[in-house]
T-cell receptor, first 114, second 112 residues
Framework: KQEVTQIPAALSVPEGENLVLNCSFT??????LQWFRQDPGKGLTSLLL?????REQTSGRLNASLDKSSGRSTLYIAASQPGDSATYLC?????????????FGTGTRLQVTL | DGGITQSPKYLFRKEGQNVTLSCEQN?????MYWYRQDPGQGLRLIYY???????QKGDIAEGYSVSREKKESFPLTVTSAQKNPTAFYLC???????????FGQGTRLTVV
């Protein structure tokens, strides 16, 4: 079964801490991987997109890496702030005929405390 | 501003009714998608469309229908055949079938 898993399901850290969110997938046939942020009751905001030919992408305090061979992606958040509190979702596109399908993990709910 | 607009934000359906959720985008994207989100579960794909007048079933298409008559619009109808329609529905689009996906703000549907 093709699955995307995110661990931990929830995380609480003090402000200023650097943290890593994990995303793993069971099939290494990947076209790209996208990280999203979701605030309660809202839609998803795209954070970073990594193509299968890339190893990492950076945007501000965020850095996402992709290791196809091990089926893993990580989202690194530097110097966390209370405004980073949200649920973070990863989603993978396959490189088969179902290239248009995004498969989502269940997310990591992050709380950054003062 | 370019983006994806979903309406309404909240929708209430009586048993046996069909309801239609609106999704409009002005990003000039070819591909559009509908996802359903339930507590504790990942997003699940209902339908997607890669081009006007063409669409494919996703993982949970039963009880739903869509149309794609215009590039900008991809409405989703939740029919009375959908036995558990209460959920948060999200519409998305991408420039191609494999490009970066962008999402609307969602519609929360509740059966009363």
């Amino acid at each position: 079964k093709q699955e995307v898993t995110q661990i931990p399901a929830a995380l609480s850290v003090p402000e200023g801490e650097n943290l890593v969110l994990n995303c793993s997938f069971t099939d290494s046939a990947i076209y790209n991987l996208q990280w999203f942020r979701q605030d309660p009751g809202k839609g998803l905001t795209s954070l970073l997109l990594i193509q299968s030919s890339q190893r990492e992408q950076t945007s501000g305090r965020l850095n996402a890496s992709l290791d196809k061979s091990s089926g893993r992606s990580t989202l690194y958040i530097a110097a966390s702030q209370p405004g980073d509190s949200a649920t973070y979702l990863c989603a993978r596109r396959m490189d088969t005929g179902t290239a248009s399908k995004l498969t989502f993990g269940t997310g990591t709910r992050l709380q950054v405390t003062l | 501003d370019g983006g994806i607009t979903q309406s309404p934000k909240y929708l209430f359906r009586k048993e046996g009714q069909n309801v239609t959720l609106s999704c409009e985008q002005n990003l000039n994207h070819d591909a559009m998608y509908w996802y359903r989100q339930d507590p504790g579960q990942g997003l699940r794909l209902i339908y997607y469309s890669q081009i006007v007048n063409d669409f494919q079933k996703g993982d949970i298409a039963e009880g739903y229908s869509v149309s794609r008559e215009k590039k900008e619009s991809f409405p989703l109808t939740v029919t009375s055949a959908q036995k558990n329609p209460t959920a948060f529905y999200l519409c998305a689009s991408s420039i191609g079938s494999s490009g970066e996906a962008f999402f609307g703000q969602g519609t929360r549907l509740t059966v009363v």
